[in-house]
């Protein structure tokens, strides 16, 4: 298949409904799939109401067809044609953070594709906040479901050319809207029940959400990984580098350390660090800086670019930072473990 590729600048091509995106629009009316850039991460997009089209997303990513998808919307009148209900608490949340990185599972009503929700009674929705997904839904005239654009099991792609790496020649299109802003994937939180429950930390934190609502809940899933989480797409291995990938933690000595006795093996060593920390690891083969620690929003925008980086390089072993567990800290270790399949190496203390 011949990928389409549109250049549309935000910033520029700012008219009342971006006319390069028509074509694009179009495609996703008649069925087609078509790549998009959202503040979080670009998305695969295809008509929410369309079974076949939505079948397509799964055939190009290699997507588990268990694995539910998000519909996108860019109006919030378009919520009565997919949920049945929203609960007082998903509404004060709505108005606070939408357009925005988070996502809501409610109770889904009948039209929506069935392969969207991978059969099950709940549907997620987010609006996101970006001008040109905004009016690439809009002008497709759809609710557009969407999961990341990168293919199963890779880091999610944050700039038009990861997109283009993974699915080139497997899709109708590419919007290439410059590199996304957030960089970890929407918060995604259960509000079908009466606390609220947080199934994917992400782009909104815990900490945003209880301000506003007060207290929610982590799904058990995500402090202990061997319970089964209840979305179904946070049970698979994602974001994992070729090379091993491991979690260090302990002090710089105990870090630097670490790469000598690795590299006295014999193994090629890559470190992923911070601005902050850049001159230390003069004895790795190779680092990636990802962002500055003291502000973390600049490492999780970083994040998957720095994860795709590794696989371009002649490395052996993976040793990355790791980072506070609070605000988007949270997204960020969620998707660190992930990557690493919860390896760690830990100093002994004592
Ligand atoms: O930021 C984002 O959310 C991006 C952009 C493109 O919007 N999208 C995204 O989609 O990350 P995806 O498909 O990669 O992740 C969607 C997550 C999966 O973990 C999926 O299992 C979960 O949302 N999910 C979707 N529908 C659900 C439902 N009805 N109940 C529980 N989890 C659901
Ligand atoms: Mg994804």
Redesign the pocket.
């Known amino acids: 298949m011949n990928t389409k590729y549109w250049i549309v600048d935000k910033g520029v091509d700012n008219g009342d409904n971006y006319p390069h995106l028509a074509e694009a629009a179009n495609l996703l009316a008649d069925g087609e799939v078509v790549a998009f850039p ?1 503040e ?4 695969l997009g295809a008509d929410a109401t369309n079974d076949e089209a939505v079948e397509k997303i799964f055939t190009a990513k290699g997507r588990p067809s268990d ?4 519909v ?1 919307i860019s109006n919030k009148e378009q919520l009565d044609y997919i949920v049945s209900s929203v609960p007082e608490k998903a509404k004060v949340l709505m108005n606070t953070f939408w357009p925005g ?1 988070i ?1 809501f ?1 409610l109770p889904k009503k009948e039209g929506i594709a069935s392969k969207v ?1 991978a059969g ?1 009674e ?3 929705v ?1 609006m ?1 906040n970006h001008p040109i997904a905004l009016a690439l839904i809009e002008q497709s005239k759809k609710p557009i479901a ?4 990168n293919v199963s099991g890779r880091p ?1 792609p944050t700039t038009a050319k990861h997109v283009y790496d993974d699915l080139n020649g497997r899709i109708a299109g590419i919007v290439d809207g410059g590199p996304t802003g957030v960089g970890v ?2 918060t ?1 939180i ?1 509000c079908t029940v009466e606390v609220p429950v947080i ?2 930390p ?2 909104v934190t815990k900490e945003e959400i209880e301000e506003i609502i007060g207290q929610v809940e982590d799904d058990k899933a995500l402090l202990d990984e061997k319970v089964a989480p ?5 049970k698979y291995t994602h974001y994992a580098p070729n090379a091993p990938l491991y979690i260090v933690e302990g002090s710089p000595t105990f870090f630097r350390q670490l790469i000598v006795e690795k590299k006295r093996e014999g193994l090629r060593v890559a470190v992923l660090t911070t601005k902050e920390n850049e001159g230390f690891y003069k004895e790795a083969d190779e680092i990636v800086v990802c962002g500055q620690r003291n502000q973390l929003e600049t490492v999780a925008t970083n994040l998957y670019d720095a994860l795709r980086s590794f696989n371009k390089m002649d490395i052996d072993i993976i040793l990355s930072e790791h980072f506070p567990y609070e605000g988007i800290g949270i997204a960020i270790m969620n998707r660190l473990n992930k990557a690493s399949g919860h390896k760690r190496l830990t100093e002994k203390r004592g």
């Open positions: 959202t979080t991460v670009y998305g694995n539910p998808l998000i996108h990185p996502t599972v929700t099950l709940t549907v997620a987010r996101p969407a999961p990341s654009a999610s994937e929407s995604v259960d199934l994917r992400g782009g209840k979305s179904p797409g946070m």
